[in-house]
């Protein structure tokens, strides 16, 4: 099995920064994909940005130039810095790692998930 543990998330002020971080865990054979998705009240969930184990970066048009998706590939971590924050960017930060485990001998992926951590923007 496989763990995402987020952290970073609070409270604000619009223009500020924030830098949110998500370590996996587990019988991990290889982590592709990591990204960073969120979801605001009453909206559906959106991709904010990916980046894969090698390869370029992808972003939302609404966080390009603002947000910076980094990752250590040694640790199984994910980092979004978070610059000129809006009020539109309020929302629960999820945390997304497609990763490959092996059960017995058979090479498995699957998406896993973290728990979320909020993300408020307001003066």
């Known amino acids: 099995q496989v763990q995402l543990v987020e952290s970073g998330g609070g409270l604000v002020q619009p223009g500020g920064s924030l830098r949110l971080s998500c370590a996996a865990s587990?019988?991990?054979?290889?982590?592709?994909?990591m990204g960073w998705y969120r979801q605001a009240p009453g909206k559906q969930r959106e991709l904010v940005a990916t980046?894969?184990?090698?390869?370029?970066?992808n972003y939302a048009d609404s966080v390009k130039g603002r947000f910076t998706i980094s990752r250590d590939g040694a640790k199984n971590t994910v980092l979004l810095q978070m610059n000129s924050l809006k009020p539109e960017d309020t929302a629960v930060y999820y945390c997304?790692?497609?990763?490959?485990?092996?059960?017995?001998?058979?090479?498995?992926?699957?998406?896993?998930w973290g728990q979320g951590t909020q993300v408020t923007v307001s003066s």
């Open positions: 997304k790692a497609r990763t490959t485990t092996i059960r017995n001998a058979h090479f498995l992926t699957d998406d896993y």
């Open positions: 587990g019988s991990i054979f290889k982590v592709n994909t």
């Open positions: 980046i894969p184990s090698s390869g370029p970066t």
